[in-house]
């Protein structure tokens, strides 16, 4: 498989405050990057795919002023909650895409818990 | 529109015994998917994945079946252990088609608790 590290793991910010979450490839290069949101028993929710040196394509009804998504290398994307309220709270799971050997796989991170009091 | 789903949100099982969680699927565009286990707190994690020109897959203990006919796809868990509960996912993957990245559809996830 592939390793998929994300940074922090949970987060605890002040409404109105804005939280930076990496996400990075550590044995592998991925070209493109997927953010999801996930709310308690629920599925993943895509956010927005993030492709390296372009612009991210955001979902239907996500805020690309509010979720600022940067993906600067092959390695690393970064997703920018932008003046966060508690309703942001929610838990974060980025993927990266792996076409290696042909397939189209996603390895996913550990998540990245936040909390906005 | 199109979507993956479950036929069953909860399973429960016996230690030691076989398990098995559906998923149906209906876009028939799609030709790879991937089963994901998720714990709780944790990211998803990749258990086994197949493509449409398969209709048979197995890994240590997982075996996924896959009927394009019926658009079903199903993950079996052997001798299934303590360690297995947590949430399974099933998505598709529609690779390049309708200027999709790739972008998996999860399903809604179906819960596993084992009993000891």
């Known amino acids: 498989g592939a390793v998929v590290s994300q940074h922090p793991s949970r987060v605890i910010c002040k409404s109105g405050t804005s939280v930076k979450i990496e996400c990075r490839s550590l044995?592998?290069?991925?070209?493109?990057m997927f953010w999801y949101r996930q709310f308690p028993k629920q599925s993943l929710m895509l956010m927005a795919t993030?492709?390296?040196?372009?612009?991210?394509?955001?979902e239907q009804g996500v805020e690309k002023d509010k979720f600022l998504i940067n993906h600067a290398s092959l390695t690393l994307s970064t997703l920018t909650v932008t003046s966060a309220h508690p309703e942001d709270s929610s838990f974060y799971i980025c993927?990266?895409?792996?076409?290696?050997?042909?397939?189209?796989?996603?390895?996913f991170g550990p998540g990245t818990r936040l909390t906005v009091l | 529109g199109e979507s993956v789903g479950l036929h069953l949100p909860t399973l429960s099982v016996q230690e030691g015994d076989n398990s098995i969680i559906n998923c149906a699927y209906s876009?028939?565009?799609?030709?790879?998917f991937i089963w994901y286990k998720q714990e709780s707190g944790k990211g998803p994690q990749f258990i086994i994945d197949i493509r449409s020109n398969m209709d048979k897959r197995q890994g240590q203990r997982v075996t996924v079946l896959l009927n394009k006919t019926v658009k079903h796809l199903s993950l079996q868990i052997a001798a299934t252990q303590p360690g297995d509960s947590a949430v399974y996912f099933c998505a598709e993957n529609m690779g390049n088609y309708g200027g999709s990245q790739g972008n998996l559809i999860f399903g809604k996830g179906t819960k596993l608790s084992v009993k000891p």
């Open positions: 993927s990266a895409r792996d076409g290696r050997g042909g397939k189209d796989t996603q390895y």
């Open positions: 044995d592998f290069q991925a070209t493109t």
């Open positions: 876009n028939s565009a799609s030709d790879y």
């Open positions: 993030s492709n390296e040196g372009s612009k991210a394509t955001y």
